[in-house]
């Protein structure tokens, strides 16, 4: 099990990036989202490892690097991009190292807290691979038999902390949510992203994307959870999904 990772190390970053010295949390930022995600990327949060062998900045970039690569579409290409975000975010949506709480063993819902931060300047295209892709992990452990081998030993430790391999009524409930495709790509994207030896374009490559995907008003914060079916819901996670 990792220990508890310290407050992030003063060192180049590997991954070729501007630095911004925004604030995240200037309402009038908000109005601009690639200024407000530089600006929360610049946090001192982006700069920890995490008990990963790089840093979240460095691994996000490397994620979004991974899905254009194998040419995503761009909502998920952003989603691969910015999946960790709410490694960065307080409850309240303020910036702030939850990621460090998740690491000492106590969940930080980091999806859904991302998802729902995002979800003011993008709709679920992008929100919802964001919000499922820790749902994803454990729905990958349940479901194919090697997948466990693949992840990193934080990621083994977090994978406990969340919940740990999906029952077999949450995998059916999963499979029927409409990002559940999209969620398990950026998974994979998730845990090949972790190469110090990796070259990357920084942050700026993105903005373009981004700025083109942004949506006007988004959903005040609020993350849609899809629901239906005709035999009630089970709960994934904090996920509500129709179930049969």
């Known amino acids: ?5 310290a407050v992030a190390r003063d060192e180049p970053l590997r991954a070729t990036t501007t630095l911004y010295t925004c604030d995240p949390n ?4 908000m109005n601009e989202p690639f200024d407000a995600i530089a600006g929360l990327l610049a946090t001192a949060g982006a700069r920890d490892y995490l008990g990963e062998p790089i840093t979240v900045l460095e691994h996000l970039l490397q994620a979004g690097a991974q899905a254009e690569a194998a040419a995503a579409p761009a909502a998920v290409v952003a989603a691969a991009l910015l999946h960790d975000v709410g490694h960065l975010l307080e409850a309240d949506g303020s910036a702030g190292l939850s990621g460090a709480g998740l690491m000492a063993g106590h969940d930080n819902d980091h999806g859904q807290r ?16 964001v919000r499922l892709h820790i749902a994803a992990k454990r729905y990958l452990c349940a479901t194919e038999p090697s997948y466990y081998g693949l992840l990193s030993e934080a ?23 409409p990002a559940h495709r999209d969620a398990i790509a950026v998974r994979r994207w ?3 992203a972790k190469d110090p030896a990796a070259r990357v374009p920084g942050l700026e490559h993105y903005r373009p994307l981004l700025t083109a995907l ?10 849609q959870t899809p629901r239906g079916g005709t035999g009630g819901e089970v709960q994934i996670q904090g996920i509500t999904a129709p179930c049969d």
Not at 1 to 5: A, D, F, G, I, S
Not at 155 to 177: C, H, I, N
């Open 1 to 5: 099990m990792p220990q508890p990772v």
């Open 26 to 29: 200037d309402p009038d930022m």
């Open 114 to 129: 991302g998802a729902a931060w995002l979800a003011s300047w993008f709709g679920p295209p992008v929100t919802e691979p």
């Open 155 to 177: 990621s083994r430790y977090t994978l406990a902390v969340q919940g740990g391999p999906m029952t077999a009524q949450e995998a059916r409930a999963f499979e029927e949510l």
């Open 190 to 192: 998730d845990d090949q």
């Open 214 to 223: 942004a949506v006007t008003g988004g959903t005040g914060g609020e993350v």
